[in-house]
């Protein structure tokens, strides 16, 4: 048994990858200020090197109880274009389920952070509260390898097949 463990480790030894992220900008927008609003939406400086981010999202039309989430993730070179991920689905269906694996790995990024842990219908304001870059290192930085540089991660959410809100997180990656 070992032996098939060594193995294991040394066959996914190459595919992990220690990188650094750093959050350099972020922007919330809201399509419509009577459906939702973004009264905090920051990065703050932990030290030279870490920052976090925290969002507060309050909701003025409860409860949601279809929530559609689009996320991509752009690379900028001449452009913030789609890079790796670009992807949609049901929140509150994921949330039931949570089958899907790259979502899920989005989600986990942010699972500690936020009151978004439970099945809708969400009669409350949301929140992401210090919400750190080593949340994106330990998940995506170990076990894909994306090379150094600017980076964007766009979401926007949609209740009711209407677009509600965006929350763009802007990021720079170096490979250590």
Known sequence: MSKWLLVKFLLTLPMICFCHVTFTNLNCSS?????????????K????????????AKLNQVPIVDARVTIQFRRFDS??????YDLSYDGCKFMKTQKNVLVKTFYRT??????????????HDLIVDKLFTGNLEEEF???IIIPNGD???????????????????????LNR
């Open 79 to 84: 452009g913030y274009k789609p890079f790796l």
């Open 31 to 43: 399509y419509n200020l009577d459906f939702m609003s973004f009264p905090t939406c920051r990065i």
């Open 151 to 173: 980076y964007a991660i766009y979401t926007d959410w949609a209740t009711n097949k209407i677009s509600r809100a965006s929350v763009k997180i802007y990021l720079k990656i």
């Open 110 to 123: 942010f699972q500690r952070n936020t009151n978004i842990n439970h099945t809708c219908p969400y009669d």
């Open 45 to 56: 400086a932990v030290n030279r090197t870490h920052k976090y981010i925290s969002i507060y």
């Open 141 to 143: 930085g170990r076990f």
